[in-house]
């Protein structure tokens, strides 16, 4: 499963990390970022976009992390499957 969270976008409303506290963190300019105990740090590309790859032995959270990017109120998360096709939330 790969996310990709948009920090130009997201409010910092911190719905996404009450629901998916495991996955989902504020930074100190209240951005979400990606939280993975497997990775020690996000990637961000150019457009401010942080992408992280989560792998699959977090898959037991799958439904909790997916509820928390669904929570979004601006859509600032987006969430792929391994195969790269985008999950509708
Ligand atoms: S729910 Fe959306 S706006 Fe709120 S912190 Fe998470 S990504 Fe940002």
Known sequence: MR???DQETCIGAASCVAIAAQTFGLNQEG?????????EKAI???SGECI???ST???DIRE???EG????PVQAIRVFEDSGEEIIL
């Open 69 to 72: 990017a669904r929570s979004c």
């Open 31 to 39: 951005k979400v970022f990606i939280l993975n105990e497997n990775l």
């Open 44 to 46: 961000r590309n150019e």
């Open 57 to 59: 032995d977090m898959m």
């Open 3 to 5: 996310i990709i969270v």
């Open 52 to 54: 992280e790859s989560v």
């Open 64 to 66: 909790t992390l997916l």
